[in-house]
């Protein structure tokens, strides 16, 4: 069973950066893809970003695109997200999930969703304010 640790989340001023990390543990980061979502109070969770096993497939959600990136080290079993020129609407907490897959389809528009992830972590905390 993958246990997911999260770890970056901090209160930033709007146009901020922060990196945001997800470490895994008890199993091989290589054959899981791993997303990032979020969820704002009140509302539902959303997915951000997604990686897949090898990298070859990368997907981000509208908003995100152009501020945010992903990327993964297999080696160091962490999978990175990095937020930059955050907005208020950015808040939220950020959680980490991860399905292990021979199929990378997982990181594209058509499968990229909680219910397809069966393993979390437990998030840590980002808000955007001034």
């Known amino acids: 069973q993958v246990r997911l640790v999260e770890s970056g989340g901090d209160l930033v001023p709007p146009g901020g950066s922060l990196r945001l990390s997800c470490v895994a543990s008890g199993v091989i980061l290589d054959y899981y893809n791993v997303g990032w979502f979020r969820q704002a109070p009140g509302e539902q969770r959303e997915g951000v970003a997604c990686?897949?096993?090898?990298?070859?497939?990368?997907y981000y959600a509208d908003d995100v695109k152009g501020r945010f990136t992903i990327s993964r080290d297999n080696a160091e079993k962490t999978v990175y997200l990095h937020l930059n020129r955050l907005e208020p609407r950015d808040t939220g907490i950020y959680y980490c999930?991860?399905?292990?897959?021979?199929?990378?389809?997982?990181?594209?528009?058509?499968?990229?969703?909680?219910?397809?992830?069966?393993?979390w972590g437990q998030g840590t905390q980002v808000t955007v304010s001034s």
């Open positions: 990686i897949s096993r090898s990298a070859r497939k990368i």
């Open positions: 999930a991860a399905v292990p897959s021979n199929d990378e389809a997982y990181c594209t528009s058509d499968y990229f969703g909680p219910d397809f992830f069966p393993s």
